[in-house]
């Protein structure tokens, strides 16, 4: 693996190299050895290089995961298409995830084998890339219309797990 620069898309949350997920995923490749784990993200920090042997690789990588890309036209003309077919909007990622769905169909999976996609954000957090897609302008769900002229609040806390945990209970109210 080698970190790159990373390319902005209209699914934002998808712009990255490095998951939050890849050190766990690491952790295990390493048969939970904390302390390998370590010196391969140290190693991997420094130099944006990681090498897997290729026994970990068909193990763990391999066998588990398929990749997919899906660029910004598709994904448009993936929310287009469920637009067209169902009058139902949906937001950029779960574009890309039910694009990337759509091509393993057959290849990674048999092609009559059910597939479920979970939509992962509201169309209205992405409006323009909606309207592009589809035409139509998304709306926030009731209970959220007048979020933007909501007061904004915030709390600073000390970094003290007991604070932070006192502060959680006392707003369970």
């Known amino acids: ?15 990255i190299q490095v998951s939050s997920n890849f ?23 420094a130099t944006g290089k990681l090498d897997v042997a290729k026994t970990v690789y068909q193990k ?17 003309a993936t929310m287009q298409d ?14 890309v995830g039910l694009c990337a769905a759509r091509q393993s169909a057959g290849v990674d999976y ?8 979970l939509a992962t954000a509201h169309p ?23 979020l933007m002229s909501r007061p904004e609040r915030s709390v600073s806390l000390p970094n003290d797990l007991k604070a932070v945990q006192a502060f959680v209970g006392s707003c369970r109210n």
Request: glycine share 4%; net charge negative; hydrophobic share 35%.
């Open 124 to 146: 209205a957090k992405f409006p323009d890339a909606v309207r592009r897609a589809t035409g139509q302008t998304p709306q926030l769900p009731d209970h959220l219309a007048d």
């Open 23 to 45: 050190e766990r995923l690491l952790f295990e490749t390493n048969d939970r050895d904390g302390v390998a784990t370590g010196k391969q993200l140290t190693n991997f920090r």
């Open 60 to 76: 763990w990588i391999s066998g588990v995961f398929a990749g997919r890309r899906c660029d910004d036209e598709q994904t448009l």
């Open 110 to 117: 048999p092609k009559d084998l059910p597939m479920i996609t």
């Open 82 to 95: 469920v637009y067209r077919q169902s009058a139902m909007l949906i937001d950029p990622h779960t574009a």
């Open 1 to 15: 693996m080698v970190a790159n620069e990373v390319v902005p898309t209209l699914s934002p949350s998808m712009d």
